[in-house]
C-alpha cells in the first residue's frame, strides 16, 4: 500500500499513461464519425452548430463507414475493458477515498457505470459490423457512437476529478 501522505509517482504516472491512451482511441471513434471534410468555422460558430447536425453528413456513408466505426470502436473497447478491470482493482480510487472520505458515494457511482459502458460499446460495434446500415439508421449509428464517446468523456472527467481530489493533484485531464 502506497504511503498516504504523498501522491505516488507509480500510480499516477500509470494513470496519466492510461488515460492519455484511452483520450487518443476515443478521438479516433468520434473522427470515424464526423464529416469527412468540414468548411472552416469560427471557435464560436463551432459551439452553435451542434455535433447532432453535423452527423446528418458523416461521411463515407455505408459500408467504408461502418468498417471504420468499428474498428475504432474496437480498439476502444479493448483497451476500455482493460482500463476498467485496472481501476476496479488497480486500489488508487480505494487510496483517494482513503484520503477524502467524502469522495466515496461519487466513486461508487462513477465505478458503477462501467458495465454499462462496455455494453453500449459491444451494441455499437454489433451494429456497426453489419455494414448494411440503411440511410437513417446511420444517421441514428453515428449520433449513438457520438453520444456514447461525450458519455465515455464525461465518466472520465469525474473519475479523474475524484482522483484530482484525493490526490490532491493536477493530473492535465481537466480540459480534454
Ligand atoms: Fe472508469
Ligand atoms: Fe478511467
Redesign the pocket.
Known sequence: MPSLDRADPVILGHILHEHHELHTLLQSVREAVEPASEAPQQPEQKQRSSRKGSLANCKPEPPAGCQRIAAALSALRDHLAE??RQ??TGGFIEESLARLPRLAAEARR??S??PD?LAEADRLIEQSSRGDIPATGWTTLCHDVDQFASRLLD??RR?NNVVQQGYNEDLGLGDE
Open positions: 482500463h476498467f481501476e476496479e462513477v465505478l457505470e462501467h459502458l465518466h472520465e473519475e
